[in-house]
C-alpha cells in the first residue's frame, strides 16, 4: 500500500475508506486497519514531515512487539555527493546505491532501499531545480538541427534577386564530431538527402537518432511519450537500423550537443561566409565544409586532442554500419490509369497492361526508377524514369494489337469525329496520330484537339487546323494557344491588324498578307506573332 497517499486521500481530500478503497485498488478492510492503527500510533501525526518514507510507516505500525522505535531510524545519504558522481563516465544510481548500502547499519540506523533511495535523490533535483545529467556513450545518439542564420546565394543575371540557405547541423553525441550542409528547400526530399551524406560523412550510424522537432523530421510531438514521425524519415531510419527519439518540444537539453553546434558554426563560420559572395550551392557548401574540417580539428580547450581525435579513438568502431546502398527518398502519388492504356507522372506518360484499365495505382518514384503499386500494395511494375516531359515510355506488350479491343478511343472514332468537322481537323488528327509510334500513345491530344470544337465552334477549329497545317505545327499545343483567336468572328481582322500597327506598316503588312504568295500567312497568325513581340 501507498501509505501516504492514502492519508492525503483521506485527511487532505476527506475521502471514506470506500473510496479510497476504489481509487487505489486496495482493499476496505486493510485501508480501515491502517487508519486506526495511524491515529493509535502516538509516533506519527498528519501532515507528515517531508523525510518520513512509507518504510518508515510501516515500521511504526507494523513492527513486531517489543522492537523499538526512533523517528530517525534510516540513514540519511549526501544528495549533492551522489549527483556529482553521476557525472562520472558509466556511473549509476543503483551502482551508487550499492556502496551505500554495503556500509550496513550505522550509529542504529539502516539504510534506505533502492526504491526510496531514488525517489529522495530525485526530490532533492525537483526542489534544488538541478537539470539531471545525460550520459552519453559511444555511438548512441546523432543529434539533428538547423542553425537559425542563414546564408544565401546570388543570381549571376540579376545581382538583387537572392536565394536563402538554410544549414543543416548533425553532431554526434559522445564525440561532438559534426557535419554541416547548405540546402536552397528544406523539404522531406532534401532532408533525407543531407541526412544520407552526413552517415557518409560519419562512416556509420548511431542506434538512435534525435532530431528537432521540424516538420520533415517530426509529423506530431504532443506529450514527448508518443511522438508521430514523419513515415519517410521512419523508413529512412529503418532502411539504416536507427531508432527515431525526437526532443521535447521547446527543450534544448535534450539535445544539447547540437544546440552547442549551432552556436559554434553561427559564430565561427556562418558570420565569416555571409560577408562572401556565392553563385551557387555547390559553391557555398564547398567553403562551409572546408570550415568544418578546420573547426572539427581544433583542440577542446584545455585538452590535448579535438574533436576528430575523439571519432577516431573511441566512436568510430562504435557506430553501426551503413547498409550498402543510401535509402532513396521515393515520391507517392496515386494516379489512374486513362483509356491510352497509361498513366501520367510529372508530364511524362508510362504504359499499363490492358487489365489495369480506369484502375488506381500508387506511384513511389525515385531518382532512376518509377515503382508502380496496385490497391493493396503489392508491386506490380518498375519503369525507367524518364525527365522529358510529354515522352511517353512504353513497354510494347502493353500495346493492344488491335483498336477494337477496348472502348471508343481508337483510332477510327478519331478520324470519323474529325470528318464531321472539317478535312483540314481530320488532316490535323492524322497527324498527329502519325508522329508517334503506337497511335493509343496520341489519344489523349484528339481528345482535346476534338473538345475545342464544343467551345469555340466547328468553323473555328477548322480555321485553326488550315493555318496548324500550313505552318506544319499540327499539335495539341499549338491548337490549344491559338484557338481562341478565331472565336471572334463579329471582329475584321484586317480592322484589328490596323489598330495595333504603326500607320506607316500596317498597309503593307495587309497588302503583303493577300498578294505574297510566296510567304503566305494568315491574318491571326501575324496577330499572333506580333502580341509574342516578333516586330520583324
Known amino acids: ?27 476496505k478492510t486493510t485501508i480501515n486497519e491502517f487508519l486506526k492503527r495511524f491515529r493509535e500510533c502516538g509516533v506519527l501525526s498528519y501532515p507528515l514531515p ?5 518504510e518508515f510507516i510501516a515500521e511504526c505500525l507494523y513492527r513486531k512487539a517489543g522492537s523499538p522505535v526512533n523517528s530517525e531510524i534510516y540513514r540519511d545519504f549526501d544528495t549533492e555527493e551522489v549527483h556529482r558522481a553521476l557525472a562520472k563516465k558509466g556511473e549509476t544510481l ?56 542563414k546564408l544565401s546565394i546570388r543570381d549571376r543575371r540579376n545581382p538583387e534577386q537572392m536565394t536563402p540557405v538554410t544549414i543543416f547541423v548533425a553532431t554526434l553525441s559522445f564525440s561532438d564530431y559534426f557535419y554541416i550542409e547548405g540546402m536552397t528547400c528544406c523539404d522531406i526530399s532534401n532532408w533525407i538527402r543531407v541526412n544520407n551524406n552526413a552517415l557518409s560523412y560519419f562512416g556509420g550510424i548511431t ?3 534525435t532530431p528537432d522537432n521540424c516538420k520533415v523530421a517530426v ?49 565561427h563560420i556562418l558570420v565569416e561566409m555571409d560577408e562572401m559572395t556565392f553563385y551557387s550551392l555547390e559553391e557555398l557548401n564547398a567553403v562551409l565544409w572546408q570550415k568544418m574540417e578546420q573547426e572539427n580539428r581544433v583542440n577542446f580547450q584545455g585538452l590535448s586532442y579535438s574533436r576528430r581525435d575523439l571519432f577516431e579513438r573511441e566512436e568510430k ?58 490497391e493493396s500494395g503489392d508491386l506490380i511494375r518498375t519503369h525507367e ?21 477496348y472502348g471508343y478511343w481508337n483510332k477510327p472514332y478519331f478520324l470519323a469525329k474529325a470528318e464531321r468537322i472539317g478535312p483540314q481537323t481530320r488532316l490535323v488528327i492524322q497527324r498527329v496520330m502519325e508522329k508517334v509510334e503506337y497511335p493509343v500513345q496520341s489519344f489523349r491530344s484528339c481528345f482535346g484537339i476534338l473538345r475545342f470544337a464544343e467551345k469555340y465552334g466547328n468553323h473555328a477549329l477548322e480555321e485553326c487546323c488550315r493555318d496548324a497545317i500550313l505552318q506544319g505545327k499540327c499539335s495539341y499545343t499549338y491548337i490549344s494557344n491559338t484557338i481562341s483567336m478565331y472565336a471572334e468572328p463579329t471582329v475584321d481582322p484586317a480592322d484589328r491588324m490596323r489598330t495595333t500597327l504603326k500607320p506607316a506598316d500596317r498597309d503593307a503588312v495587309i497588302t503583303g498578307i493577300y498578294k505574297d504568295d510566296d510567304d503566305r500567312y494568315s491574318l491571326q497568325s501575324l496577330l499572333k506573332r506580333q502580341e509574342e513581340g516578333d516586330e520583324q
Open 94 to 149: 543503483k551502482h551508487l546505491w550499492k556502496k551505500y548500502n554495503a556500509a550496513g547499519i550505522v550509529n542504529g540506523r539502516r539504510p534506505l532501499s533502492y526504491r526510496q533511495f531514488c525517489r529522495r535523490y530525485t526530490n532533492w533535483l525537483d526542489s534544488a531545480k538541478v537539470t539531471f545529467h545525460i550520459q552519453r556513450y559511444p555511438g548512441v545518439d546523432l543529434e539533428l538541427d538547423f542553425a537559425g542564420k
Open 50 to 54: 517531508e523525510d518520513v518514507t512509507n
Open 385 to 405: 524514369r524518364s525527365y522529358t516531359p510529354k515522352s511517353w515510355v512504353v513497354i510494347p506488350s502493353d500495346m493492344p494489337k488491335e483498336y477494337g479491343d
Open 317 to 374: 568502431e562504435a557506430l553501426l554500419p551503413l547498409p550498402e546502398t543510401q535509402y532513396e527518398y521515393l515520391e507517392r502519388k496515386i494516379v489512374k490509369v486513362g483509356q491510352d492504356f497509361s498513366f501520367t507522372y510529372d508530364k511524362v506518360h508510362y504504359s499499363m497492361p490492358r487489365k489495369y484499365l480506369k484502375h488506381s495505382l500508387e506511384i513511389r518514384a525515385g531518382a532512376t526508377k518509377i515503382y508502380v503499386y496496385n
Open 1 to 27: 500500500m501507498d501509505y501516504k497517499r492514502v492519508l492525503v486521500l483521506h485527511f487532505t481530500n476527506g475521502m471514506s475508506s470506500r473510496e479510497i478503497a476504489e481509487t487505489t485498488g486496495d482493499g
Open 219 to 267: 509529423a506530431e510531438n504532443r506529450d514527448w511519450i508518443n511522438p508521430s514521425v514523419n513515415k519517410d524519415f521512419q523508413a529512412w531510419a529503418e532502411h539504416n537500423g536507427t531508432v527515431i527519439m525526437p526532443a521535447k518540444v521547446k527543450s534544448p537539453r535534450w539535445k544539447p550537443n547540437v544546440e552547442g553546434h549551432v552556436k559554434i558554426v553561427t559564430m
Open 207 to 209: 542506434q538512435t537518432v
